[in-house]
């Protein structure tokens, strides 16, 4: 099909809940898309933080395509090796002791709700309890997850929500402990806020919560789907903070494209779900499972961690000189290789005119250029991200 028929059928027959850019997407290589067209883009988005290998990585494609000729989905009713080399690497990776696949970011938040729901039902035999989440957070849009988001637009019509949530002001620990009842089963947060404008926690509010936690027998959710699996420049960002959450929610990279997310807790947690209490038909299949694990041994093998610490230093330092050259750029925000560039004014003008000149961006919240690029990314690649960037600023400054 020609592009022009491509976009106009997607418009007849997808529904309506994305604004897509005019731009049919074709093939991936390393940190570089291009189009139908043939036209090239450097790529600072992953496709929402997902690609952290960057594209046509051969070792990755041949294991998922040995996956696909050898087993692609089996039911959890039996086991299979896939699943336990993702585990084994996965809990290894966050220092949790139990994990859960799952086929989306959503689904894992879905399922770490519901575990502090059952662990909190088992010790107070009573299922009235309350949750703490923060305002401008991003869980995702199921009923669960969108309960827990803490944007009221993405609320507004698909109410009544899941009662029992209540929003505090992230990294504002006061505002926290001014929402504890002893109902409060849990604490849920992004480590980084990703879609809410990229606010990384502050040290004094994470290890906060932490205490206020232990103190009060609440259990601590970290939502990691778009800043774990290495993007901050540890593994988890919590590591980074020394605070060890009870369930931790993890997605995007963590299958380099195919679809898996999982949720992960301790020992003691973790066993509070038992058979028939949460299930899935696909999560945990051979096949994502399969490209999870590959994913580990090539973080592994290609050292990503340094190169995300060593890049996203020099991205940082890039775009402090931005901020000082631009009256627009108002402050650089971030850690590793997920940053926030925040304008005073829109930043729809200048992601369009990157998208012009060959660059992917994505914004957060309403105001930011967001940075995540696949995490094999080098210097040269930041250079020539900067100048296009630059070029675009050059447009609305
Ligand atoms: C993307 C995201 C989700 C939702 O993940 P999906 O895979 O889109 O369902 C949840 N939480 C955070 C922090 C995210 O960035």
Redesign the pocket.
């Known amino acids: 099909m020609e592009t022009k028929k491509i976009i106009e059928t997607a418009e007849e027959k997808l529904i309506h809940t994305y604004n897509r850019y005019q731009i049919v997407l074709d093939k991936g290589d390393g940190v570089r898309l291009y189009d139908t067209d043939g036209k090239e883009y450097l790529d600072f988005g992953s496709g ?2 997902v690609f952290a290998l960057g594209y046509n990585n051969k070792e990755y494609n041949d294991a998922v395509k040995a996956q696909v000729d050898k087993l692609i989905h089996t039911s959890n009713y039996f086991y299979n090796e896939p699943a336990v080399e993702a585990a084994k690497a996965l809990t290894k990776a966050s220092g949790m002791d139990r994990v859960f696949f799952t086929n ?6 879905e399922g770490a709700i519901k575990l502090a729901k059952k662990y909190a039902y088992l010790k107070t035999g009573k299922a009235d309890n309350e949750i703490i989440a923060m305002e401008h ?6 009923m669960g ?1 969108l309960a827990v988001t803490g944007n009221k637009h993405y609320q507004e019509a698909f109410g009544p929500m899941i009662p029992g949530i209540k929003f505090a002001k992230y990294n504002d620990l006061e505002s926290v402990e001014a929402l504890v009842t002893d109902k409060t089963c849990a604490v849920i947060f ?1 480590t980084v ?3 809410g404008g990229v606010y990384p926690a502050k040290k004094e509010f994470i290890e906060g919560v932490r205490k206020l936690c232990d103190e009060k027998g609440i259990l601590l959710i970290l ?5 774990g699996m290495g993007r901050t420049g540890s593994m988890y960002a919590y590591q980074q903070y020394g605070v060890k959450p009870d369930i931790v ?1 993890t ?2 990279a963590l299958g380099c494209g195919v ?1 898996v ?1 999982a949720f992960l807790a301790t020992e003691e947690v973790a066993k509070a779900l038992v058979p028939g209490d949460h299930g899935t038909t696909y999560g945990g299949n051979p096949l994502a499972c399969a490209a999870a694990a590959k994913v580990f041994e090539l973080f592994d093998k290609l050292d990503v961690l340094s190169n995300v610490q060593e890049v996203g230093a020099y991205l940082a330092e890039k775009l402090d000189e931005i901020v000082d050259d631009y009256a627009v750029a108002v402050e650089r925000r971030g850690m590793g290789l997920i940053q926030g560039l925040e304008l005073s004014v829109a930043p729809r003008d200048v992601i369009s005119n990157a998208l012009d000149n060959g660059l992917i961006l994505f914004s957060a919240g309403s105001n930011v250029i967001r940075f995540v690029p696949p995490l094999v990314i080098g210097k040269d690649d930041v250079d020539e991200m900067i100048i296009k960037l630059r070029r675009a600023l050059d447009t609305v400054n």
């Open positions: 929402i933080a989306s970011g959503t689904e894992a938040v957070s991003f869980h995702g849009r199921s997850a992004e806020q990703g879609e939502d990691e789907i778009q800043c929610t997605a995007k679809p997310g």
